[in-house]
């Protein structure tokens, strides 16, 4: 094959082995939160007999995301700074798209069963979206509770990633997708989505303003007099995530490892690549050479990495699908790692310049974008092209029964 046709070719990313394992693929969850089991599994119940049965759940999902990508579009355009405030519509808008994003999320694979139409492709796609959202869901939130061009943005995006990837690896060795009592997709969403409409109510300076004066004595004792809102309420959702998220992933882990007579501790350098990519956006980040946060780079910046995010965990869920070996390494790490080193090396070394201005920072880190977006696109066309050459089916289509016209009466 040549070159170029190697190009064009998704056997360099499926190949026929893994497409012919997909026969051995069965979907799997538990989600053991009372509020989805009584509240909103009725709630999802109705809204699915809202679609039409010749609509295809991959393109219910695509619905959800593409709304909180128009609303990210209107919030980086009203609120370039990522502080505001703005109309209050914006962060109705906001609260709404993630709303609805997060019921057409559980209304697809509901429909891919009423209709039919249920395969790996969905839940490969579904998670793939998911994956995005952690980067663009993310930073609409934070642009709609007004963190600015500071570190409790990308603190925040890290919330929403470090998380997923955890479920997305503990799905691969275990084959469920577990989700607890309580957990992000279900009352994480919702919290999520009050606290866009109270900074639509009130304004997002509630966020900012100091701690006493909304939480009590025995809490803001423990932090000094101006620490704001926000970075208590994170410190909570982080204490929950360190206890009761990663914990029980891990314990899965090893039990699915000691079940299938892995190495554990042999498995756990499974979290080399999240940990390449945390670090990495860190030392950038954190480089006083850097630009990204003093010259309000933010969005740009986790727009970037949220991409290189989403192809890593959607290579794992891949490999889950197609019961495959864990994929270790993505092209698409490469520029931030290199990034990160340009920027941070000087700092180390005790350098009073870095090695690279500002504006070549800004200019690489567009390239970075670009090569990062086109690679994702071509690399999830051709997987998506395999999928539905081998399985027979369409991304964003299926088969309908045409209505059978009425014999005329004689």
Known sequence: MTLFGSFFSGKNFVSDKQLDNLRHYKYS???LSP???YILQPYWNFAVTLFPMWMAPN???????????INLAAALYL???LVGPT???MYFSAAAGLWIYSTLDNVDGKQARRTGS???LGELFDHGCDALNCAVGGLLQAACMGLGHTWRTPAFMAITTIP???STWEEYHTGTLFLGFVNGPTEGLIAGVALLIMSGMYGTHIWMQPATNVFPEYITRHFSADTPVFDIMYLFTLSLVLVGHIPPCLIN??????AKGKSFAVTLLEVIPIVIFSVSCYCWLASPFSSIISGQHVPLFLLTVGVIFGRMATKIILAHVTKSAFPWFTVQIVPLVAGAVIMYVPYLKGEKEGWISHATEIKFLWATLAFVSVAYLHWAMLVTERFTKHLGIKCFSIPYPPKQNKPKSS
């Open 118 to 120: 249920s395969s790996p």
């Open 164 to 166: 997923f990837y955890m």
């Open 35 to 37: 509020v989805s089991k």
């Open 59 to 69: 393109l219910i999902t695509l619905l959800g995301f593409g709304g909180v990508v």
């Open 87 to 89: 109309y209050p519509a």
């Open 253 to 258: 882990i090893r039990r699915a490892c000691i």
């Open 29 to 31: 969850a538990v989600d």
């Open 79 to 81: 609120i370039p700074d």
